[in-house]
């Protein structure tokens, strides 16, 4: 197919787009939705989800009396993002609101008892806690026995019995509509923008907007993306229209935080969806992992370009501490894989490991196994608890079975979604949680890796490796968890050059007998079989690569390579 040449060629790109939406469950009839997703399109009303309207017009008679708000957000991008998106909100709307990010280390995940009636102690009429609370139940009790009224925004798996508050608003509650219930896969910062919908809708029908101008709520879509992307919700449906929408937001750079983490992240073009969970999520997660829990909020709040510099490059710094700790840890949790080989779900433990990287090293260590695995840092005090961090994998759902294991008695805390959970535990339990895992999930995890391939959407000769192909594939974007991003087979081809690049990755040249040749690389994937094969076993041998097909930008012109996932032998 010619790229290169108009007429067919468009039609020829415009039945690849289609092919790769029908690949992905969209059906022939709705085809047009998704080829372009809008918030016209997917945005659902607000008032469809449980407490929204009790939320918001709790939160419009604040603002009406001037009444003290503060935003109470979790320690991660999705608690940043959203807690920013509500205090860009309200400033907008005329009123200044504080927040409140607690220490991941001194406090924990949520919100505590003794934070929110100190924080209604310090003069706050209402809290609004974002990605966090659906179980604080205790703490939500003592803020209500303190006087402050509490609103909770999350999207993390909700127990029966709901917490006390004005409103708890989270399309995972048991008792929501099958209609609220399919935006399950929101991640906080989508239900906190549902929220803002909602409030300024309140607002309006109240006539405060009038010799008043309201805010642009679609100026906030760069912080959903963000929070979106990073929090790896599924981008499907009204998540992907987020995202899309929110990217052409945030290559205006309107938000001064964010423009300074882009040159912070030394991104010269507009970012893309990888770019968010791999470039700047990582480096506003940064801060409530090894650094100040608040700096991620402040980022993107600050009106002050200085100040958004300085705390950018702050940022930065932590960003490469936290991968030193993080490999430390990673190494010491991979050298308990192999005890661990006939177990369901990984288990791994140990004492000082810091707490605030063991969700990435789960994520690794998932990736590696391909298994839901848990990472536990335990005090160096042995009569202390264990924090840990969870990653599943597609089919199991790990939030739910923490949740029974915490009701269970087996968990002092702990909560989650499908794909990630974080919980508390007596390690003397750490066996017993292990034994209750395996013997609860063997058969999902045993179903989800038998279902497990590599699903191709497209298969060429070197040749047809083009940065227009790579155009063209990328307008069924933006992809991720749930949007699968597509994959192509190149082939076959032999390797003109293959050598190890960084610590593990594989870097190679390929070439067809088409006369074509093009560059491509495995990302760790050095010590796997895979990558030991075509280290060491590629001479003379011709391969099928598959992959995903990106571009290279580093030359005099863009070029397309391919990022291996796969390889099998041609002959």
Known sequence: MDFGQSGSARDGEEAIVTQLLLSRGVSPDDLERHRRPT??????????????????????????????????????????????????????LGVSAGHYIPDRLLEGYGPSGEALVRLAQQGSDLIVTVDCGAMAH?????????????????????PPELPRTVALVNPNRLDECDDAAAHGHLAAVGVAFLLAVAIVRELRGRGYFEGRKAPDLMGLLDLVALGTVADVAQLKGLNRALVAQGLKIMARRENIGLSALIDASRLSRAPTCSDLGFALGPRINAGGRVGEATLGVRLLTTQDPDEAREIAAQLSRLNEERRAIEQEVQEAAEAQIAAQHNRAVMVLAGR???????GIVAGRIKE???????????DADEAGMGKGSGRSIAGVDLGAAIIAAREAGLLVAGGGHAMACGLTIDPSRLNALADWLDERLARDVTGARGAQSLLLDLSLAPGGLRPSLVETLEAAGPFGIGWP????????????????????HVRMVAAGADGNSFKAIAFRAAQSEMGQTLLHGSRGRQFWLAGRAKIDDWGSRPAAELHVEDAAFAD
Not at 78 to 86: R, V, W
Not at 145 to 156: M, N, S, Y
């Open 39 to 92: 918030l016209r399109d997917f945005l659902p009303d607000p008032s469809l989800f449980r407490d929204m309207d009790e939320a918001a017009r709790r939160i419009a008679d604040a603002i009406q009396r001037n009444e003290q708000i503060t935003i109470y957000g979790d320690y991660d991008v999705d608690g940043a993002t959203s807690a920013a998106l509500l205090i860009l909100l309200l400033r907008g």
């Open 138 to 158: 205790e703490a939500l009790e003592a803020a209500a026995q303190a006087g402050v009224d509490v609103i909770v925004v999350d999207h993390h798996k909700c």
């Open 352 to 358: 000082g490991w810091h707490p605030g990287v063991i």
């Open 368 to 378: 590696k196994t391909g298994k839901p695995s848990l990472v536990i840092a335990l």
């Open 485 to 504: 991003g597509p994959r192509v087979a190149v082939g076959p081809v032999r390797l003109v050059k293959c050598d190890l690049v960084g610590a593990d």
